[in-house]
């Protein structure tokens, strides 16, 4: 499974990929916001900062436009800021004809805002490089976002579809190693449940004792 981080900020980029096994970048457009980044020349300079970052890494950089023309337009100048770049596009109609067109010559895709099963069949068939389904934003209406990866990756097993699967809007480490059960291909996460994966009290306490036991004789 693959390990994305959903995040503009340089800094905690940088932080995952110190750990050596980050193999991509998530944003979307509030992310960009957070960063105070503001007006095309900017974002696109950030995205750039990004590709620079994640050394041959997928960056997803999302369009703003919502309508065929606008995202085809939009999808194009993204895709040339850098070959780390896939491009994001909403689940919508003029989305999903935009993703064929996308499929079609060449350039990469990210299917955002998936919620259900018909709409990553929808994708597959516009041959989406990756699919988006929100998890964490599921399990907000009390429905089950878990549940959903497993649905979509039986399907695809089952149709053969290459999509792969980013599980997306995680919340917390259990919901990577949920998604991961599930049979999600990727999941982007925010660095803190990244890190979040690292925590077990055992391996605290059992690192003091052998320290303590080893200092007992060599020091
Ligand atoms: C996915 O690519 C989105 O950027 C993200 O995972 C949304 O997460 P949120 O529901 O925590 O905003």
Request: charged residues 20%; proline residues 3%; negative net charge.
């Amino acid at each position: 499974m693959k390990f994305f981080i959903d995040t503009a900020n340089l800094d905690q980029i940088r932080e995952a990929m110190d750990l050596g096994i980050l193999d991509g970048v998530t944003t979307n457009p509030s992310l960009m916001a957070k960063e105070g980044i503001s007006g095309t020349k900017n974002i696109y300079a950030h995205y750039k900062k990004i590709c620079k970052l994640v050394d041959g890494g997928d960056v997803s950089a999302e369009v703003i436009a919502t309508d065929y023309k606008g995202i085809i337009e939009e999808g194009k100048k993204l895709s040339d800021l850098s070959e780390n770049i896939v491009v994001k596009v909403p689940m919508i109609k003029d989305g999903v004809k935009a993703i064929s067109y996308f499929t079609d010559h060449g350039i990469s895709t990210n299917c955002t805002l998936v919620f259900s099963a018909g709409q990553a069949i929808l994708a597959a068939k516009a041959g989406a490089t990756y699919l988006s389904p929100f998890i964490g934003r599921v399990d907000d209406i009390t429905w089950d976002g878990i549940k959903l990866i497993e649905e979509i990756a039986s399907i695809y097993s089952m149709q053969g579809y290459m999509t792969e699967i980013l599980a997306a809007s995680i919340r917390s480490p259990l919901h990577i190693v949920q998604a991961a059960k599930a049979g999600a291909d990727v999941v982007t996460c925010p660095l803190s449940s990244i890190m979040g994966l690292l925590n077990h009290p055992l391996t605290d306490i059992g690192l003091a004792k052998f320290l303590e036991d080893h200092h007992k004789l060599n020091s």
